[in-house]
């Protein structure tokens, strides 16, 4: 869809021509010979279960609806009402868009096949449907987190190796942030396009046309209270980080501190622990979607040793140490685990 959208008070006699996140996704299919349509159907679906996720979200504070929903998930985290709403709104979604075989999810333990009786369908997601949980109830920005993967089973129900596949075998991921305004940033491997979502119109507006990550930055992103628990290499580029006098930034949503990195230039980073060595945060549906817009925008993620996207996953919700950013931050810290942590 195009939109001429009509700009109030001073601007009145201009118009600019505004790319929908729908037209966008048109677009970029004719760019690929042999598209057939399929995955631009399952982003727009994707894209409209954003829309809905964010109107939720941004009502959190005024119906009963934040606060624990007094169960854990899968990894022993507290989980959210809010939380449960977005996976089961995501589902829904997807399961009506008719293109999805199967879904796995940070809130859902086991993968869930999704049956078409109409059509086989060719793809899988993998999600978080929302990301930062512990920032729901105090307004501060969440996101949702997704990974788009072609099934390597022929036929039937999906299986789980459909979704232990390498996040170089992602054919899209995105991010939507539910932040002071709602952004979904998503890549098809043709780079990396973020939309701002315009609630007078109800559409994702392109904004961020071919996000590119600054080779270098000056912000670093870490939970730096953990310092103590970090391996050597981590701790020492901590140190670098303060001997350069870079500032550090930490939300606490991964979805945002990877968004300002992206933008901004930076790095972000959840190191392993002396009591979870492989970290917190998830492989499939958290480090590798943000691994690929990354690396699409031109940035680089590691888990200090090599690349997140040629990780082989075993399990479903299994965790990495993750470091991602700038380019050149990412060299740096590689270079001090290297040196300490061999
Ligand atoms: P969640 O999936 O339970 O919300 O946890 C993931 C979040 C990330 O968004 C964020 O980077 C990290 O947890 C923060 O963890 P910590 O509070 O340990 O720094
Ligand atoms: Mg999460």
Redesign the pocket.
């Known amino acids: 869809m195009i939109i001429f959208y009509i700009c109030p008070a001073k601007d009145l006699n201009m118009q600019h021509k505004i790319i929908s996140l729908d037209e966008h996704i048109i677009q970029s299919q004719r760019n690929l010979p042999y598209a057939t349509g399929e995955l631009s159907s399952l982003l727009r679906d994707i894209g409209l279960a954003a829309k809905i996720v964010s109107r939720e979200v941004n009502k959190a504070g005024l119906v009963d609806i934040a606060g624990k929903a007094e169960t854990e ?1 899968s ?1 022993g ?1 507290d989980v959210q009402k809010l939380d449960v709403l977005a996976n089961d709104l995501l589902i829904s979604c997807l399961r009506n868009s008719g293109e999805c075989c199967g879904i796995a999810s ?1 809130e859902e333990d086991s993968y869930k096949p999704i049956k078409n009786s109409y059509k086989q369908a060719k793809y899988v997601v993998l999600f ?1 449907p ?6 729901i109830d105090v307004n501060v920005s ?2 949702t987190i997704f990974a788009i993967y072609r099934r390597n089973s022929f036929q039937g129900d999906c299986t789980l190796d459909d979704f232990l596949q390498k996040g170089t075998d992602q054919v899209a991921a995105g991010y939507v942030l539910y932040g002071s305004s709602t952004m979904l940033v998503y890549t098809t491997k043709q780079g990396v396009n973020g939309f701002t979502l315009d609630p007078s119109i109800g559409e994702f507006c392109l904004s961020h046309p071919n996000i590119q990550v600054p080779k270098t930055g000056k912000v670093y992103s870490v ?1 730096q ?2 310092y103590n628990k970090y391996p050597k290499g981590s701790q020492a580029y901590i140190n670098h980080c303060m001997e350069q006098g870079y500032t550090m930034r ?8 990877v968004h300002r990195t992206l933008i901004k230039g930076g790095i ?1 980073f ?1 190191p392993g622990t002396t009591n979870k060595p492989n970290g ?3 492989l499939l549906y ?1 480090c590798n979607p943000l691994a690929l817009l990354v690396e699409e925008a031109g940035g680089k993620a590691s888990n200090g040793q090599e690349r997140i996207l040629e990780l082989s996953p075993t399990e479903l919700h299994q965790r990495t140490p993750v470091f991602m950013g700038s380019e050149e931050m990412v060299n740096d810290l590689e270079r001090l685990v290297k040196e300490f942590d061999a």
């Open positions: 998930n990894s985290d940070e978080d929302l990301d930062g949980s512990s920032n969440i996101g939970n209270a953990n930490y939300i606490g949503s991964m979805v945002a501190d972000f959840y917190k945060l998830r958290e």
